[in-house]
């Protein structure tokens, strides 16, 4: 055993709850300030930050370990059994989970450092209260939970949208709160609904019980989770019902959302977890249930994110609609209910959210260079390129500097150059173009429609006018996104003229370098990416040990009394357990 497994070792099952814990106890530390003292806090929320992902790394790391199908560790905090208690469960998707929503985190907290924060009160709290309630939802094990950190991730996410204030602001929220107060109320009547038929809320007790409901009772459980799927396909965007997002997500600061990029995918989140839990191969008369309304639903979104990026304008509705495309690609291949297809999806869901937050980061910066430092850009575009003949070639006498000499072929600045690259890196990532993450999920996710059960082993399989449908979508989407994204690189970069150079600060464009940073590791390391999005689509698809794992966690026992000291009484038990 390594001194890293040693000291991993020790640290669980306790390590679990740091996740939660720890943006809980610096959001009331943060809470204590006075808001004068902008540079405690912000150093504390990078600090937190910080710290968060590296415990989502370790808790990683040791996920991934052999022989680790599907549960790392399981904590009681109230130290009472499933399903009668709280119950906290780390397995290979929600530490993937947490790592992912810790990157984007620290990016975007890095950013909003440099000039964002100071734009409005409680902004620190507020974005380390959103971090606890994401957390939280990838690692409770029941539903009731699962609300609860639903409602904090939203509370936070309605002050953090406010943030900056601005009637634009001002309006979108009110939709937003609107919408998620309505989402809100159909998960709460799809799990009273739930709660009355089976007589739990715990995930595993409920996969459990799933064969065993009687056939009059089908029919209403059926009823309730199609309620509590509208609520979940609701913060996944899907169409018609994701009309807030793009002017929500667009309307709020930079930092905001790229944030708010994570919170489509905790929907994902929810459905794939959820659906593979009680609707599997063991679910008897109710398996696969509702997977045709996921596959067309998904490729609907996949095609509405599509359109909407053509017909955009603003950098921030291309990014917004980015965000529904990259969600409808994931709840389509969701609904085949396929280990390999799932794999992945896991994969491309990791490049793409990565690519939609830093377009989100890169839109405030291009804007702001556009209006020469104002905070918001018209959409209209005027400029043409008076230097280009009919041809598109260079006019003569046009296009000269102070001493007549051409400016084709003078240096770029440096922050221009970083402004340019880092978008079409963005946009190789989303439209899917090789070699970049994206690419290498959509051939992974097109590979496994057409041999889903592995090479060499599908002859004579017949895909189905579903499946050819989303290869279809796949393929158009990408181009569609490309087409979209270029012109607005032409718009933005080649057509505009008489600027002075963007003004970039380094915290500023070093999130954005972190998170490109990060597709590239993805595709550096794709066959051990891949590996572990296999691996964490096959437990998913085979849920019986990460069941077995949570109904058989014991509480720890309660000390006997000291000999020594019997009149000390008994020593109160430790708050945890492992299965």
């Not at 100071?118 to 539903?143: E, S």
């Not at 070639?393 to 340019?420: M, S, Y």
């Not at 994206?438 to 082993?457: D, E, R, T």
């Not at 464009?509 to 940073?517: D, N, R, S, T, Y």
Request: proline share 6%; aromatic share 8%; charged share 10%.
């Amino acid at each position: 055993m390594t001194a890293m497994e040693f000291f991993l070792q020790g640290l669980m099952p306790h390590l679990i709850l740091a996740p939660i814990a720890l943006p809980m106890v610096a959001a009331g530390l943060m809470l204590l300030l006075r808001e004068e003292r902008q540079r405690t806090k912000v150093t504390l929320n990078i600090v937190a930050t910080f710290l968060g992902l590296v415990v989502a790394v370790l808790l990683l790391v040791q996920a991934k370990e052999p022989g680790v199908q599907t549960s790392l560790g399981v904590y009681l905090p109230g130290n009472w059994p499933a399903p009668y208690g709280i119950v906290l469960a780390i397995d290979r998707l929600s530490a993937m989970m947490l790592v992912l929503s810790s990157t984007v985190a620290l990016a975007t907290v890095l950013f909003s450092a440099a000039r964002w924060h100071r734009a409005g009160v409680h902004f620190h709290p507020l974005f380390q209260f959103q971090l606890m309630g994401l957390a939280g939802a990838f690692l409770t094990a029941d539903l009731f939970n699962l609300f609860v950190f639903f409602e904090i991730m939203l509370a936070a996410s309605y002050g953090l949208l406010l943030h900056g204030s601005g009637r634009p602001r001002v309006s979108a929220g009110l939709h937003y709160i609107a919408i998620n107060l309505a989402a809100s109320s159909l998960f709460l009547i799809g799990v009273s609904m739930l709660y009355g038929i089976t007589g739990t809320l715990n995930m595993a007790d409920l996969a459990q019980s799933m064969a065993g409901i009687a056939p009059a009772d089908r029919g209403l459980l059926h009823a309730a989770a199609a309620i509590l799927a509208v609520a979940f396909l609701i913060k996944a965007a899907v169409w018609p019902l994701n009309f807030w997002l793009v002017p929500a997500y667009s309307a709020a600061t930079a930092p905001v959302g790229a944030l708010f990029a994570l919170m489509t995918k905790v929907g994902v989140y929810s459905v794939l977890r959820l659906w593979t839990l009680l609707f599997g191969a063991e679910a008897g008369d109710s398996a696969q249930f509702g997977s045709q309304w996921l596959i067309g639903g998904g490729m609907l979104t996949l095609a509405f994110g599509a359109i909407g990026m053509l017909g955009s304008q603003r950098l921030g509705h291309l990014a917004g609609f980015a965000a529904i495309l990259s969600s409808g690609t994931l709840l389509a291949a969701v609904g085949f209910g396929q280990n390999l297809l799932t794999g992945g999806l896991l994969y491309y869901m990791l490049g793409s959210t990565l690519a939609i937050s830093a377009l989100f980061l890169l839109s405030d910066l291009i804007d702001r260079w556009r209006n020469n430092g104002s905070n918001l850009a018209p959409y209209e575009q005027t400029d043409d390129a008076p230097f280009l003949s009919a041809d598109l070639v260079p006019t003569d006498g046009i296009n000269l500097d102070d001493k007549e000499q051409a400016l084709i072929g003078k240096v770029i600045p440096a922050a221009a150059a970083f402004l340019g690259l880092a978008f079409m890196a963005c946009t190789l990532i989303i439209a899917g173009l090789p070699p970049l993450p994206g690419f290498v999920g959509k051939f992974a996710m097109i590979h496994a429609l057409l041999n889903p059960l592995g090479l060499g082993s599908s002859n004579g399989f017949q895909l189905g006018a579903a499946g050819w449908m989303l290869v279809a979508l796949l393929v158009v989407s990408g181009l569609i996104a490309l087409l979209a994204l270029t012109r607005s690189g032409i718009r933005h970069f080649w057509s505009a003229q008489g600027r002075a150079a963007p003004q970039l600060l380094v915290l500023e464009g070093l999130p954005i370098a972190m998170l490109l940073v990060a597709c590239a590791a993805l595709v550096w390391q794709a066959s051990a990416v891949m590996r572990y999005t296999q691996a964490t689509a096959d437990a998913l698809h085979a849920p019986a040990t990460y069941v077995r794992a949570i109904m058989t966690a014991a509480p720890v026992p309660t000390p006997p009394p000291s000999s020594t000291s019997p009149a000390q009484g008994t020593a109160a038990p430790v708050q945890g357990g492992t299965p």
